[in-house]
């Protein structure tokens, strides 16, 4: 019988293709963003005048999914700090996820546990803690730069209040606006919720990405091939044929998870190259229409609704699933993690949030009052998938 030490030592000396699998992560910030010089260069003018002359901007950068938002925004932010530092400024990028950070609260707690992990912020409004902000920023001179990720859904949940507090807070305060805001979003559309001020600020610094053709994606492909694998194992026609499927999206994340999962289903034939049949495989279980990050950072509970939305679509093979339904499924899904269900109103929340976050459709059913009953969806990729999907997410977690 093999020890549990053998079994350890043998996955660990296992052959795999890769040299470094995290180096294909979304979370990864590569060093060089390819094909991405001239919107670097673009925010670079844009903050400009933060660095000469210790104004505050305000720049809104836009693309659809996986066009480099976040990766060129984070890169930019590191360069930002360095290139302020080199001239005696003192600036902090920040970068908040306001998918994840989901409330006015919790940014501005990022904000403030920023500085000082122990600042105490429990029972005090968002405009009090923005105001210690700008007076601990003045105390120092110190400047302050926060890309606001994925900012559309939220303003799309909670409103332009965000944005309000962050410029009035700083304009208000007498001295300087020590406060640059970097907002990230698929396109301008939210913009219209904003006042008509704050909207033309943004209006006028915009960077909007395009999608990546089939030869950029080539090339991204390639310059991650060199950390991510061992030399040699990934082919030319592997790299060409993810480059034209991703390109149909002009995603690259799609483009690096397929490369990523290619890369495991050689492992798991225990094979040492990385063949276009692998890329096949790889295409046939994930789906550019949903991110992996957006259900990883689902709370427990939305993980929950959603995997009762996708069980009763599988077993109903139904196009849509009502409500009251959902809810009972819920309740049983619920009672299979062994978890407390959540009141009516909090599970109605939750299929809000996955509505507003597109991962099922909702619409009027026609029947009952007062919207009190919906008929749900999911459209964009099959139910049993995400079922399963969902499934190894919530048995994974920490406990
Ligand atoms: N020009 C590039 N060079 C190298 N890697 C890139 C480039 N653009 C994107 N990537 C990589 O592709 C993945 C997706 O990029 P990123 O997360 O920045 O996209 P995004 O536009 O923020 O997408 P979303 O709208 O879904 O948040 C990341 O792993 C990132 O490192
Ligand atoms: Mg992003």
Not at 98 to 118: E, G, M
Request: include cysteine.
């Amino acid at each position: 019988m093999l020890m549990y030490r053998d079994i350890f030592e043998e996955e660990m000396n296992r052959d795999t293709v890769f040299r470094d699998a995290s180096k294909l992560m979304p979370e990864y910030v590569p060093q060089v963003l390819v094909h991405r010089d001239e919107e670097f260069r673009q925010l670079t003018r844009f903050f400009k005048p933060v660095l000469e002359n210790r104004s505050s901007q305000r720049v809104l950068v836009t693309g659809s999914v996986g066009v480099g938002k976040t990766a060129l925004t984070r890169r930019f932010g590191a360069e930002l700090e360095k290139a302020a530092s080199s001239r005696g400024m003192i600036l902090t990028y920040l970068h908040i996820n306001c998918r994840k950070d989901r409330t006015i609260y919790s940014v501005i707690a990022k904000i403030l546990q920023h500085f000082n992990p122990r600042w105490p912020y429990h029972g005090l409004g968002p405009e009090k803690l923005l105001n210690d902000v700008v007076t601990y920023l003045n105390s120092r001179d110190a400047y302050l730069t926060v890309t606001l990720d994925e900012l559309d859904f939220f303003v799309q949940q909670n409103g332009p209040n965000l944005i309000y507090s962050l410029t009035r807070t700083a304009e208000e305060s007498g001295g300087p606006n020590r406060i640059s805001l970097i907002a990230i979003a698929r396109d301008k559309s939210f913009l219209r919720s904003l006042d008509a001020a704050t909207q033309s600020t943004f209006m006028h610094n915009v960077i909007s990405l395009d999608r990546y053709s089939a030869s950029q994606l080539r090339d991204i492909l390639a310059s991650r091939l060199v950390e991510a694998f061992k030399p040699g194992v990934v082919g030319e026609d592997t790299i060409e044929l993810i480059a034209d499927i991703a390109s149909r999206w002009g995603d690259a994340r799609f483009a690096l998870e397929l490369l990523w999962r290619a890369g495991m289903a050689a492992d798991a034939e225990g094979v040492k190259e990385v063949t276009p049949e692998h890329v096949r495989k790889a295409k046939a279980e994930v789906y550019p229409e949903i991110k992996r990050e957006t259900l990883r950072d689902l709370q427990l509970h939305e993980k929950l609704v959603l995997l009762a939305v996708a069980r009763k679509l599988a077993i109903s093979k139904r196009a849509y699933a009502f409500t009251g339904d959902v809810e009972k499924t819920y309740r049983v899904v619920c009672e299979e993690y062994h978890e407390k269900a959540r009141k009516h109103t909090q599970f109605w929340e939750y299929l809000q949030r996955l509505g507003a976050l597109g991962l099922v459709d909702i619409k009027p059913s026609g029947l009952g009052q007062r919207g009190q009953s919906l008929k749900i969806s999911i459209q964009e990729v099959p139910a049993e998938w995400l079922e399963k999907e969902i499934e190894k997410l919530i048995k994974g977690r920490a406990t």
